[in-house]
Structure formats: C-alpha cells, structure tokens
C-alpha cells in the first residue's frame, strides 16, 4: 500500500485552531472510505480539531446524573439516564430487550427534499430508548454503564463491583465510596487512579498499597501517610520512617474528626505540588503518547486506553484496534471512524452505541446488527434504512443515493451535532472533559440545565465532626451542602462505610466530592515538555505553563525506586 506522506493543515470551525491531519488520519480516511453501489464515497477532511471532535461526541454521554421517569410501555416509574422533559419514548431495559415491539415498526422512507440529521432527530424522538446502559446488576438501579455488579449506588462506568457508592470507572472493587478509576482494590476512600490496593484513604496514582492515608505514587507500600514517590516502604509519615507507635500517635492526631483530616488534605496538596511525575501514565507500550495508556502499541493521542493498537485520539478503550476519533470503545472493536460507546464491533462509522455489530454508518443503539444505515433501536438485522427493510441490492442503490444527498447537505462525514444530543451540557460528560461555564456554553450554541431552587432549600441540619457522633436519623435527613447549598441525603450503606472505616461524614454533596476528583485529571492534550534531569524531548501531558517536575521513564524509576 502507497502511504501517505502529505499533513494536511485545517482550520477548526469550531474554535479557529489550527490543527494537523497527519498522515496516518488521511490513510485511515481511504481506507475506510465505503463503496456503495459500486460507486467510492471519500470521507473529508475534518472540519474540527481533534479535542473538538472528542467534545462533539461525549456531548452525546451521560454518565452521572440520573433523572425519574414514567415507563412509555407500562407507565411504571423508572430511573433514567434522561432528564423527564425528554421528547423521546423511555422504557425499562428489560421492556426495551422484549419481544413485545421491534424497531422495523417505525421504518420510514428517506425524504431527499430534508437534510438526513433532521430526518434521523425525527426518527430518535419515535424510538424508545432504553432508561440506563447497565447488564446483569442485582440491587444497582441507581448506576448507569454498570455490569455484573452488586448493591451499589450511584456508579458508573464500572463492572464487577460489590457495595460501592458514588464512584466512577471501578474494575473488580468491593466497598468502595468517593473513588474513580479503581481496580482490583477493596475499601477504598477519596481514592483516584489506584490499583491492586486495600484499606487506603486519599491515595492517588498508586499500587499494591495497604493502609495508607493521603499518599500520591506510593507502590508496594502499607501504613504510609503523606507520602509521595515511594517503593516499598512501610510506616512512613511524610517520608520519613519511624517506629510503629510513633506512627499510629501522628497518624492519630490527623484523623480525629473532619476539621482535622481537612488539614490533613492541605499538607496533601502542597506535598503533591512538589512531588516527581513521570511525563505521563503510560506502562508496558511501545509508539504511543497520550495518559493512563497500558499494555498498548502505536496509539498516539490517546487516553484512558488499554490492550489497545494503531488507534488515534481514542478516548477510553480496550482491546481496541484501528480507530480513530473515538471514545468508550470496548472489547475488540476495531476499523471505526467517529464513534461513540460500543462493545464488539467492526467497520462502524459515526454512530452512537452500537453493540456486536459491523458496517453500520450513522446509526445508535442497535444490536446485533450488520449492513444498516441510519437506523435506531433495530436488533438482529441487516440491509435496513432508517429502520426499514430492503433487499442486499436495493440497499447498496439507495446508500449511494443518500450518501449523495449527504455530500450535497455537507453532512457526509460530520458527527451527529451536538443539537441532536438529548442531554445539555452541563449534564454531559463534555463538562467533565472540556468544561465551559454557562455563558460560554450557551455562546457555543449548547444547551444548559439550570439548577433547581427546590433542591437548595435551607436546613438547621448539619454533619458532625466525628462518626462516634453521628447517629441513625442522620439517613432521614435533608442536609445541604456546605460548599454549594445543594440538598442531598446521606445513605443507610454509606453510613455503614464510613463507620466501618472511622471516617466522618462530608458535610459537602456528592456532585462537589465528584467534581473534586475529576480535577486530579490532567488534560487530555500531549505538550513537549523537556525531561528535568536529562533534557529529553518528551511528549508530557503536563503543559508547559504547568510547575510540576518533569521525568522521562528512566529518570523517574531511578528517582522514586532509587
């Protein structure tokens, strides 16, 4: 195969930046170029910037709010990942997985004298849409993206997990509260980025940790407290090794109530601010830049990705191969352009949860499907057009007529826009990655759910300093926010969690405690920063603006294992 050596120079529609198509995109952009008809379709150049385009797509995600809802099917009350004023049809996943309708039901024809996103919007607001994205949970109503998991409340993205609350992208984790990005660990608290860990308190960016309190890079470690860059070390308090009961006096003295772990939490950040960082979490890949990479070969630009190869700017993957422009892909999806959310799938192309299916363009929540073209709901189909049924040929004839109409519209090529999406921003994970503030997002042509003043009603309640202190009703309380003023509840389960682990209760609610943890992300853009001992040209995740200390692989092993 000829390559492609030319780099194209784009400017963005959206945010003016100039932006590079590499070499790489425009052969993946040929490659992937479908034949209709017997008539080639080349995919454009796209029109936005690369953070641009992943923001177009998770504008389209939701993953942490959840809203009431009425059955459209039954009339039952439901949970769902949609807010109430939704146009569209919401049922139970397990009305949506029955026989008792089929998508072909709303098939229609395509009409050329109207541009195709406006006739697929028609189209969403007909289909039922299922209330969450969750598979074979017990007792977990309140968790979306969820598998496999086990009274827990208020996850997701997570699977395999036992008694966790509150908490995002969990892997095999049991009584976990106020943690994100968890694996394999056990009684986790205010935890980020930690695996194979157990019993830790405010532990970051670290592994095979036990008993640890406000620990940043600790591997191999127990009964540490801030600490940072450390390998195999117990009995550690600010790095400095002590005696047992010198230890447990110290420790003792930070934990007696919330006030005190607050302080605790100062020292924490400013000991983190100084601490050595590698230019970014990649372990065990070979060609690839980007954050939180493993196990990967060839993925540039890419983030949150594991077991994963020749992909670029893929946002959450695993065992993925060959895509480009794509986030939340999991389990050997590979050959995809602009997706969104899929599990098993091979040549799909700008489409919205679409799972163990191949050669789908422009399609959202199918299953099981292949050969479909802007379809929504459908399972276990193939050869349909906006929902409905045609023979192999006839297909492949009015694919090509469409996909024509689309060129003429400028729409062949374009992601499904953000006006489309059912959610407002703020209540999208585009906040979490790309955040804006209202005024900004409404200046972008987004839409913004606007605070309810009914759930900030002022309370004479408030959280005790000590667990000892707290009693039963606390769970029939309304409390509010001491940061916010939001009400919230505390949960029966979470009090057992915080008593079990002589932890206070926050006086703060759970969406400040969340957004908190998302602030340990660094952003998803590669900068070339200079390594701190050597001078090596790096590609960091850390901007050059940015005042942590900067180390290439070799230095930072010899630093922190040193």
């Not at 529609?13 to 017997?38: I, N, Q, Y």
């Not at 600790?218 to 600490?227: A, I, S």
């Not at 940061?483 to 057992?496: D, P, S």
């Not at 209760?505 to 957004?515: F, G, K, T």
Request: contains cysteine; glycine residues 4%.
């Amino acid at each position: 195969m000829q390559v492609n050596l030319k780099t194209a120079m784009q400017t963005c529609s959206a945010s003016g930046e100039v932006f590079e198509v590499s070499p790489h995109e425009r052969d993946f952009l040929e490659r992937v170029a479908p034949d209709f008809d017997g008539e080639r379709f080349e995919i454009p150049l796209p029109r936005l910037s690369p953070s641009e385009r992943a923001r177009q797509r998770v504008v389209h995600r939701n993953e942490q709010y959840l809203y009431r809802h009425q059955s459209a099917f039954s009339g039952k009350p439901l949970i769902s990942i949609y807010p109430p004023d939704l146009s569209s049809p919401v049922v139970s996943r397990a009305e949506w997985f029955s026989d008792a309708w089929d998508g072909e039901q709303y098939g229609r024809d395509f009409d050329f004298s109207r541009p195709f996103f406006e006739q697929f919007a028609d189209l969403q607001r007909v289909v039922p849409r299922a209330s969450t994205v969750t598979l074979n949970n017990e007792n977990s109503e309140y968790t979306t993206g969820t598998g496999y998991c086990k009274n827990c409340y208020m996850i997701n993205s997570s699977e395999n997990c036992e008694d966790c609350l509150y908490s995002k992208l969990l892997q095999k984790c049991r009584d976990v509260l106020d943690s994100s990005y968890c694996y394999d660990s056990e009684l986790l608290y205010e935890c980020f980025d930690v695996r194979n860990c157990y019993d830790c308190k405010w532990v970051y960016h670290s592994q095979q940790a036990s008993e640890c309190w406000f620990c940043d890079d600790v591997r191999g470690c127990q009964n540490c407290f801030l600490c940072t860059n450390l390998v195999g070390q117990s009995y550690c308090f600010l790095n400095e090794p002590l005696e047992k009961e010198e230890y447990k006096r110290r420790v003792a003295s930070f934990t007696s109530s919330y006030s005190k772990l607050m302080e605790a939490l100062e020292c924490f950040n400013q000991l983190r601010a100084g601490r050595w960082f590698k230019y970014a979490e990649v372990v065990n890949c070979e060609g690839c830049t980007g954050d939180f990479l493993r196990g990967s070969k060839n993925c540039i630009d890419c983030y949150d990705v594991v077991d994963s190869e020749d992909c670029m700017h893929l946002h959450v993957g695993v065992k993925c191969k060959d895509l480009l422009d794509c986030s939340n892909m999991y389990l050997d999806p590979e050959l995809s352009y602009q997706v969104l959310g899929t599990i098993g799938t091979n040549n799909v192309h700008f489409c919205l949860y679409v799972f163990n299916s191949s050669d789908l363009w422009y399609c959202e929540q199918c299953f099981n499907c292949r050969d479909c073209f802007g379809c929504i709901g459908l399972r276990n189909k193939q050869y349909c057009i906006f929902n409905k049924q045609f023979e192999p040929a006839q297909y492949e004839s009015a694919v090509r007529r469409i996909v024509e109409h689309m060129q003429g519209t400028k729409e062949w090529g374009e992601y499904f826009p953000s006006w489309m999406s059912p959610f407002a921003y703020n209540k999208s994970l585009a906040q979490e990655y790309f955040p804006l503030d209202k005024a900004n997002a409404i200046k972008r042509g987004y839409r913004w759910e606007d605070a309810k003043p009914a759930d900030y009603k002022a309370v004479d309640n408030s959280v005790p300093e000590r667990i000892e202190d707290t009693p039963d009703e606390i769970c029939k309380e309304t409390l509010a926010c001491a940061e916010t003023g939001k009400n919230y509840r505390i949960q029966a389960a979470e009090l057992r969690f915080h008593r079990s682990m002589g932890l206070p209760l926050s006086p703060v609610c759970p969406d400040v405690r969340y957004q908190r943890r998302v602030s340990l992300r660094r952003p998803r853009k590669v900068w070339e920063r200079e390594c701190e001992e050597c001078g090596k040209t790096l590609k960091s995740v850390f901007s050059p603006d940015s005042d942590e200390k900067i180390l290439c692989e070799e230095h930072y092993q010899k630093k922190v294992a040193g």
